[in-house]
């Protein structure tokens, strides 16, 4: 059976782009898996599974929703241990719409 395409609409905001995909993209170009989001208004408190705890506000244009968007990262945290078919299935979404 053929894998099916996923699709995620381009231009929302950060906290539900991080909802859907579970991945953070660091500074540093690493991706990270998201072990938890607390949310408070425009803020967001973002746990990765490897122990890094750091707020966020909810951006459309954000760093983090550009590079979410546009796939670029330059490898994963091994710290986190984020399994190869999440990584596959992040590079074969398509951001839509």
């Known amino acids: 059976m053929p894998e099916r395409k996923r699709y995620v609409r381009k231009n ?13 993209p660091s500074r540093s170009g ?3 898996g998201i072990r938890s989001i607390e949310r408070n208004g425009d803020l967001a408190m973002i746990t990765t ?4 705890r750091f707020a966020a ?7 983090a929703a550009r590079w979410l968007r546009g796939r670029l990262h330059s490898g994963v945290c091994a710290e986190c241990g984020i399994p ?14």
Do not use: M, P, V
Not at 49 to 52: E, L
Not at 84 to 97: P, V
């Open 12 to 24: 929302q905001e950060l906290f539900t782009l991080l909802d859907t995909i579970k991945l953070w």
């Open 30 to 32: 690493a991706l990270h």
């Open 49 to 52: 599974h490897c122990g890094k």
């Open 57 to 63: 506000r909810n951006s459309r244009t954000s760093r």
């Open 84 to 97: 190869d078919w999440k990584i596959e299935k992040y590079a074969k979404t398509t951001f839509t719409g």
